[in-house]
């Protein structure tokens, strides 16, 4: 009896030389760990701590924004939730999209839309101005 040796196939892609994937992954893990953090504190704040839901209103927003330290903490949970969102569905274009092209335009979409999020996420958080109205009589604007 003769025995055979299984023919292992050559794989389809060269393995390549840079970590990226390494970091992508490791991003997930310390990003997706630091946003149950930031927030489940963001919801217990807004909606546990005051008022409740009841509270969150435009005075309130006006008023947690006038202070850097919730815009900071906002900011972070934007960019963070964008960028973890983004890479998931590019780990899921990677795996399902089957065509070169098909893979390079969907990825384009979801980096443009991505982009466009947190700069107008970005804008929004950091321009925002309560006392647009200068009639307001918001305390913030006193």
Same mark, same amino acid.
């Given at each position: 009896?003769?025995?055979?040796?299984?023919?292992?196939?050559?794989?389809?892609?060269?393995?390549?030389?840079?970590? *990226?994937?390494?970091?992508? @992954?490791?991003?997930?893990?310390?990003?997706?760990?630091? $946003?149950?953090? /930031?927030? &489940? =504190?963001? #919801?217990?704040?807004?909606?546990?701590?005051?008022?409740?839901?009841?509270?969150?209103?435009?005075? *309130?927003?006006?008023?947690? @924004?006038?202070?850097?330290?919730?815009?900071?903490?906002? $900011?972070?949970? /934007?960019? &963070? =939730?964008? #960028?973890?969102?983004?890479?998931?569905?590019?780990?899921?274009?990677?795996?399902?999209?089957?065509?070169?092209?098909?893979?390079? @335009?969907?990825?384009?979409?979801?980096?443009?839309?991505?982009?466009?999020?947190?700069? &107008?996420?970005? #804008?929004?958080?950091?321009?925002?101005?309560?006392?647009?109205?200068?009639?307001?009589?918001?305390?913030?604007?006193?």
């Amino acid at each position: 009896m003769a025995t055979s040796t299984p023919v292992i196939q050559a794989p389809r892609n060269l393995a390549s030389k840079s970590n *990226f994937e390494l970091y992508s @992954w490791l991003f997930m893990r310390l990003s997706g760990v630091l $946003l149950v953090f /930031l927030v &489940l =504190a963001h #919801l217990f704040v807004n909606l546990m701590l005051g008022d409740g839901i009841d509270g969150v209103d435009f005075a *309130f927003v006006a008023g947690k @924004w006038s202070s850097p330290f919730w815009q900071t903490w906002d $900011l972070l949970m /934007l960019w &963070l =939730a964008q #960028l973890h969102g983004t890479n998931g569905l590019r780990t899921i274009i990677n795996d399902y999209a089957e065509r070169d092209g098909t893979r390079f @335009w969907l990825k384009s979409l979801l980096y443009l839309a991505s982009i466009v999020v947190i700069v &107008l996420g970005t #804008l929004v958080i950091f321009t925002f101005d309560p006392c647009i109205d200068p009639d307001s009589t918001l305390s913030v604007c006193q």
